[in-house]
C-alpha cells in the first residue's frame, strides 16, 4: 500500500552492527505496529504504538527497540542484530475507529 | 486448510476455477476476522473482513464465510485469474480489551496454472 511505505527494502548487515528500520504513513491513523515474518510461522507482533506517547511491547520484543517520533513515523532498531532476526519486517497501521490493518512493503533483513 | 497455528498449505487450481481457501480459529471471543492476500515480494494485503454478528460477506470476485459454531472461515475466489496467485491468510481479532491485536494464520499458497 503506497499509503505506507518502508526503508529500506533490503538489507544486509554483519553480527553486531546497529539497525534502524522505518515506516511513514500518510494515512492519518494513530496506531502504528511492527511483525516479522518468518517462513512457516506467520506474523509476529513485535511492538504497537497507539499513539507518539503510547508504545508498548508485543509477543517478540527482546532485542528490539521502537521510537514514534510522529503520528506518521515508527522506526523500529535492532541495538545489536544477530543471525536469528533475519527476516522480513512489516508495519502497520490502523485507525482507532475501524479495525482493518495496512501494511508496508517490508523490509528484507540479512544479519550474517 | 490453514490454522492459526499449522504449517503452510498449498492450493493448485486452474484459471477459471473457483478456489476456496479454508482457515480454522480457536479464540471464540474473536469478533472480527480478515483475509490478506500477500503476493512475494510486497506486504500483505487487504482483501476482506467480516464480523462475528455475520455469516457471509462478498466482494468482488470473494466472498468470506463464517461459521462461528465450529469456528471456521473460508475465503472463496470466483473465476480465479493468474494474478489471483499468492498466500492467503486470515487473521482473527478479539472483542474488548485487546481488539487493537490480530492473530494471524500463517498462510495458504494459492497457485493458478493457465
Known amino acids: 500500500d503506497a499509503d505506507v511505505t518502508q526503508t529500506p527494502r533490503n538489507r544486509i548487515t554483519k553480527t553486531g552492527k546497529r539497525i534502524m528500520l522505518e515506516c511513514s504513513q500518510t494515512k492519518g491513523h494513530d496506531r502504528m505496529y511492527w511483525y516479522r515474518q518468518d517462513p512457516g510461522l506467520g506474523l509476529r507482533l513485535i511492538y504497537y504504538?497507539?499513539?507518539?506517547?503510547?508504545?508498548n511491547k508485543g509477543e517478540i520484543s527482546d532485542g528490539y527497540s521502537v521510537s514514534r517520533q510522529a503520528q506518521a513515523k515508527f522506526s523500529l532498531s535492532l541495538e545489536s542484530a544477530i543471525p536469528n532476526q533475519t527476516a522480513l519486517y512489516f508495519c502497520?497501521?490502523?485507525?482507532?475507529?475501524?479495525?482493518?490493518?495496512?501494511f508496508g512493503p517490508g523490509t528484507r533483513l540479512t544479519v550474517l | 486448510g490453514e490454522s492459526v497455528g499449522l504449517h503452510l498449505p498449498t492450493l493448485s487450481v486452474q484459471e477459471g476455477d473457483n478456489s476456496i481457501i479454508n482457515c480454522a480459529y480457536s479464540n471464540s471471543a474473536s469478533d472480527y476476522f480478515i483475509w490478506y492476500k500477500q503476493e512475494s515480494g510486497k506486504g500483505p494485503q487487504f482483501i476482506i473482513d467480516i464480523r462475528s454478528n455475520m455469516d457471509k460477506r462478498q466482494g468482488q470476485r470473494v466472498t468470506v464465510l463464517l461459521n462461528k459454531t465450529v469456528k471456521h472461515l473460508s475465503l472463496q475466489i470466483a473465476a480465479t485469474q493468474p494474478g489471483d496467485s499468492a498466500v492467503y491468510f486470515c487473521?482473527?481479532?478479539?472483542?474488548?480489551?485487546?481488539?487493537?491485536?490480530?492473530?494471524f494464520g500463517k498462510g495458504t499458497l494459492l497457485t493458478v496454472n493457465p
Open positions: 504504538s497507539f499513539d507518539v506517547k503510547d508504545i
Open positions: 502497520a497501521t490502523k485507525s482507532t475507529v475501524a479495525d482493518t490493518q495496512y
Open positions: 487473521a482473527e481479532q478479539p472483542s474488548g480489551g485487546s481488539n487493537y491485536k490480530l492473530t
